[in-house]
């Protein structure tokens, strides 16, 4: 059965929390009396479901349901994760966590989304303060992995590991506090950098748009992959921290920041801002805006998967973890073709028109032919072992178009084996409609000297094992084709003489 | 002839300057007296050459020439551009633009890359003030576009336009202040980042790791797209950033923030965060990170150039301006297959092996098509206008390897063109090796129905030109062929029988 989640508050911190728990396949329930929270809930739902999915190279579980309740006890009554994300007040929470408290499992976890409350703020007069931690996510919180986790002493290590499981389950990247301090970590950061942009504004020195543009062409494409202290320990050269910090401490006591005042947000510097952020984002709505950002984050964090670093490592573990269907031959019928892929397409494989672009249909069937060979034995072991398969050539049929968050599925069919070479032939479906196929002649290679070489016996033998059941499949259509022409009819025997 | 820079200074920063200018075309002359800058400049040029040129989808110009220099007026005598990257001492500074002013042509730009100083600090003495700007670059610099600039009052429309010009051709993104402060913008909210970094090391509240992840796995990955302000724009909903502003506000008055005072640097806090700063990054080298951190940032960068956004934007235009060769056909020689491509392999193409994956065969060829149309006259106005032509089928060759950095070039014959089809056959190579091959049906569609339709009157008649004169062209080897077998000899015959 799915888990289930309880979201306190539909805002923006608790929209993007219940599309999280939803698109991994648990069922929500969302408690916001507050008129608009439905359809502000559903617009979030709608750029999520575009976002989020396309960030694994496997398909998600099947999303979960979504209800909508006016009693807060009907919500969190046997939920397994509750997460209040209410307006920073402390009376409000406290009060709703004591009518959580007095229905809900005890075996499930309490999560705050709050930015700056200890957990001993908002377990105080709790009946179970142990299991009322802070959870504190970023925005948008559908794409951005990292959750503050503080948790009161009262909380005991099985809880603790089982938060760090749920949150993991759902794609998050939980950050243990090691003790609770107002804002935790992140929010501190933020917030000095938040004081002194103010102040360069209010100077006069930069406005909205000049400050951005100092920051997302210059450190903030550093701190999106490395932080900061990684990042300075490059600065320092071979002697890594300990060179910076000599060569770079002193810089702390020069006159290079304003931060021992907090500027007054008089009406007139509140105007200013708001003017030159207007300035600056105006000819986009906030709508545009989400959207716009929702399609860098899923590029950005694409980019770092390929590098297998960061955020985008966080992701490649998740797919190891949610990849479906069986993992060996031996459990899989041999009847028919082979799955060999079940995806949703990524935002950054479409084009303007938000159709997937040409090459990133080559990319799925590549990620297949990758699930192919891991089945016949070709797998990291095998890599090391210093043999592959290359692909020596491709035919791509285009028969229809694919959607960002269009769930494709491909299986593939093995038309020959013999010797070095392998020739499959994938297909890939939205549900029932065929999109694409492509057939390959596959090489195996030695890596050392990159030049063909016979497989080794366990990958010959399951090759034979596929080869000998597929005979019985008939030839896809399709297969066999040039460009511009028909698949002769002799042309398997053609191919084979 | 090319043009020319002076590098004073040859550390990180003076390093990076160099690779940026040489890879952009222009020669180096490279001052620095100390015993390793050779090593180090060439160490850094041989990660640029990796990185850097594959961020735009256009060949960059033949790499300039460098040498080095222990004469400082010997290196700066007839440059363009004199870059100044020494350490943060001002009297070494000041003295040293006194030296250069003594040879230096009027008409060249004096920048200094300094962190902290003022352009009215480091011109006081000068003979000409105006000429001496802070031109503040980041690490890595061959990557990073943002440089800040700070000129004195001194400094005419016509130089700072010079500036402008100069900036753009290396592909920065020059940030003009409007006026001198301590530490100009980025290194001002940099600053206030680092101190409270420290202070929460120094607290024992996280340690290096912790608070990397907090900003990497977070908001680095939304200021690298578009900052401080959009960012809570968007927070603010569709009120914006006056909503925002009253919403926020009043947490500048809690304590979020120890910023009121500098954490002492002890000895003993300086082995803390060297000691936490090995645990975190210790078990890769220095240059281990630098490339990993390089193959981020391409990655990164290259993700924003898919949304053409931000950094990306930038890239996008740098390809345009730097597009080689003839812009339409009628300058075109039409005896041979047309220029359709050259440009860098990028890393972010690569696998971990190091050579170009299998997708991006097919993303450069797709671009080659791309170009191939706008010379028929499929163009922006074109697409505009509800049509173009979509890829029905692929045939692709690889017929040898590619490693990131490699200068490929395309070439295109057309093999037929009639009616709603074209049939196009791409060559890639790198130099005289051919590397893979790729063969089209291209379609002619009515964007709105998504069903083929015949082309325009003009689209109709560039085809027929190039169609008649590559009839002349003896049949490309390869043409024709399915996966697995030579192509028939009298496949052509059948294509069009």
């Known amino acids: 059965m799915a888990k289930r989640a309880a979201i306190v508050g539909g805002g923006v911190i608790g929209g993007g929390w219940a599309a999280r728990f939803l698109l991994m396949g648990w069922d929500v329930r969302l408690y916001d009396t507050g008129p608009d929270a439905r ?64 229905v809900c499992d005890e075996s499930a976890v309490i999560g705050s989304s709050t930015s700056g409350f200890r957990p001993s703020d908002l377990a105080e007069g709790a009946a179970r303060p142990g299991q009322i931690v802070v959870a504190h996510p970023f925005n948008p919180v559908y794409l951005l992995p990292l959750v503050e986790i503080v948790a009161p002493p009262e909380t005991g290590e099985a809880r603790l590991e089982l938060i760090r499981r749920r949150m993991r389950e759902i794609g998050c990247q939980p950050l243990f506090l090691r003790r ?14 938040w004081r002194e942009a103010l102040w360069l ?30 990042t300075y320990r490059i600065a320092g050269g071979e002697a890594g921290m300990r060179q910076f910090l000599t060569q770079f401490g002193p810089a702390l006591k020069w006159p290079w920041s304003k931060l021992t005042d907090v500027p007054e947000l008089t009406d007139e510097l509140v105007e200013t801002i708001a003017s030159q952020s207007d300035a600056q984002s105006g000819r986009h709505s906030i709508a545009d805006l989400e959207r716009i950002r929702d399609a860098n984050l899923v590029a950005i964090l694409r980019g770092l ?17 949610m990849a479906q269907g069986p993992k060996s031959l031996e459990a899989m019928a041999l009847t028919g073709p082979l799955p060999t892929g079940a995806r949703a397409v990524p935002l950054d494989w479409t084009d303007y028109n938000g159709h997937m672009t040409e090459h990133r249909y080559l990319q799925a069937f590549g990620d297949a032919t990758d699930r192919f060979l891991r089945l016949i034995g070709v797998d990291e072991d095998y890599l090391a ?87 019985h499949l008939p030839r896809p259509e399709g297969a066999g084709a040039a460009v511009g022409r028909k698949p002769d009819r002799g042309a398997k025997d053609k191919a084979e003489g």
């Open 39 to 102: 359809r502000r809930v559903e617009h979030m739902l709608e750029n999520a479901r575009a976002a989020m999915p396309g960030l694994w190279d496997v398909a998600l579980p099947e999303e979960g349901r979504l209800s909508f309740h006016d009693e807060l006890a009907e919500a969190v009554k046997g939920a397994d994760w509750i997460q209040e994300s209410l307006p920073e007040r402390l009376d409000l929470k406290r009060e709703v966590f004591a009518r959580i408290q007095a």
């Open 180 to 193: 609770e301090i107002d804002a935790h970590i992140a929010d501190r950061l933020l917030e000095a950098v």
């Open 305 to 321: 998967k390929t590098r297998d670093w960061g955020a985008g490592r966080l992701l490649n573990a998740g797919d190891r973890r």
């Open 201 to 230: 504004v209010s100077d006069g020195v930069a406005d909205t748009a000049e400050i951005d543009d100092a920051i997302r062409y210059g450190f903030g494409l550093r701190w999106a992959q490395m932080g900061l202290f990684e």
């Open 385 to 471: 072992g210093g043999q592959s398969f290359f692909t020596a050539e491709t035919h791509i049929r285009h028969l229809g178009e694919a959607r960002a968050g269009a769930r494709l599925t491909i299986d593939t069919q093995l038309l020959m084996a013999e010797g070095r070479k392998a020739q499959v032939f994938h297909r890939m479906w939205e549900d029932a409609r065929l999109v694409a196929t492509a057939e390959h002649m596959l090489v195996h290679v030695d890596l050392e000297s990159r030049r063909a070489a016979a497989p080794g016996a366990k990958v010959q033998d399951c090759l034979a094992k596929i080869a000998k059941a597929h005979a």
